[in-house]
């Protein structure tokens, strides 16, 4: 009788260590990113999402830097700031541009345009019309005939890069806008 009460211990131990190893395997990662806004979030005028928590306020937009991501892309950038409610930072102004440049602070960011539709033709992701430039010299150059992505460079000038890619001069991350 005490191998049963043995057997039966093992059994329960065995079957504790199964159900917690199942738990274990079947919670789903958790991505390094930021958390959405939870859906009872407070919104602002226009229905627009509120910004995250972090983002900064400049000419009635809210923007923040997402830095050192991994696996980075412009469209998982842009995706990322869709889910949260925002878009790729878009610029119209030598004022913006130098608050972006500041606020990424000498990093390389991904920003809202691309010229991947036509080449040469620069388009904003909110399709805000396309005026106002901040190009460093010698840019957009479209290197290899592969640079389709506008992102920040030194001094928070312009280049366009490539979508993704691990070379020194491309993006580390994206700037996110809201526009509320």
């Given at each position: 009788m005490a191998s049963m009460g043995y057997r039966s211990s093992m059994?329960?131990?065995?079957?504790?260590a199964l159900a917690a190893l199942l738990a274990v395997c079947l919670i789903p990662a958790q991505a390094e990113e930021p958390p959405a806004p939870p859906e009872d979030a407070p919104a602002l005028p226009g229905n627009a999402p509120a910004p995250p928590s972090g983002a900064v306020a400049h000419g009635g937009?809210?923007?923040?830097?997402?830095?050192?991501?991994?696996?980075?892309?412009?469209?998982?950038?842009?995706?990322?700031?869709?889910?949260l409610g925002g878009h790729l930072a878009v610029v119209t102004s030598a004022a913006e541009a130098e608050f972006i440049a500041e606020l990424v602070d000498g990093r390389y960011a991904f920003?809202?345009?691309?010229?991947?539709?036509?080449?040469?033709?620069?388009?904003?992701?909110?399709?805000?019309?396309?005026?106002?430039t901040w190009w460093m010299d010698g840019q957009p150059n479209n290197y290899g005939g592969v640079e389709d992505y506008?992102?920040?460079?030194?001094?928070?000038?312009?280049?366009?890069?490539?979508?993704?890619?691990?070379?020194?001069?491309?993006?580390?991350?994206?700037?996110?806008?809201?526009?509320?």
């Open positions: 059994n329960t131990l065995k079957a504790l937009h809210h923007y923040l830097l997402f830095d050192e991501v991994e696996d980075l892309s412009w469209n998982r950038g842009k995706a990322h700031c869709a889910r920003l809202g345009a691309s010229d991947d539709a036509e080449e040469g033709v620069w388009t904003w992701v909110d399709g805000t019309p396309w005026e106002f506008l992102a920040t460079y030194k001094k928070g000038r312009w280049v366009d890069v490539e979508a993704s890619g691990e070379d020194f001069w491309m993006p580390t991350g994206y700037v996110c806008e809201w526009d509320r």
